[in-house]
């Protein structure tokens, strides 16, 4: 799916949005009604395309910034241990009491 959503076993639905994200991501300013009618006519509703906006919108500024920021990627030991760590402990980090 990574290299052709196109070609990829997902639905028919799923490649809709896809492609629907895809412009937003590459074209934002070029995203008009008929885009918007083509992933609805998927089964797709506003609230959903409104979610798969923000998040597009989202990771584009989370890449911005960390690479305007430096941002150091982790070493693969450093995703291992952080998945453990939220696999055993949760997303949340409680302070001490």
Same mark, same amino acid.
């Given at each position: 799916?990574? +290299?052709?959503?196109?070609? %990829?076993?997902?639905?028919? !639905?799923?490649?809709?949005?896809l492609?629907?994200?895809?412009?937003v /991501?590459?074209?934002?300013?070029?995203?008009?009604?008929?885009?918007v009618?083509?992933?609805?006519?998927?089964?797709?509703?506003? +609230?959903?395309?409104?979610? %798969?906006?923000?998040?597009? !919108?989202?990771?584009?500024?989370?890449?911005?910034?960390?690479?305007? /920021?430096?941002?150091?990627?982790?070493?693969?030991?450093g995703?291992?241990?952080?998945?453990?760590?939220i696999?055993?402990?949760?997303?949340?980090?409680?302070?001490?009491?």
């Open positions: 799916m990574l +290299e052709n959503y196109e070609t %990829a076993p997902i639905s028919d !639905a799923e490649k809709a949005l492609k629907f994200v895809a412009k /991501n590459r074209r934002p300013d070029g995203v008009d009604l008929a885009d009618a083509e992933a609805r006519s998927a089964g797709w509703s506003d +609230e959903a395309l409104y979610d %798969a906006i923000s998040v597009c !919108a989202l990771f584009n500024f989370y890449n911005r910034w960390i690479a305007g /920021n430096g941002v150091q990627d982790m070493t693969a030991f995703y291992e241990m952080s998945g453990r760590r696999a055993t402990e949760g997303y949340v980090h409680e302070a001490p009491k």
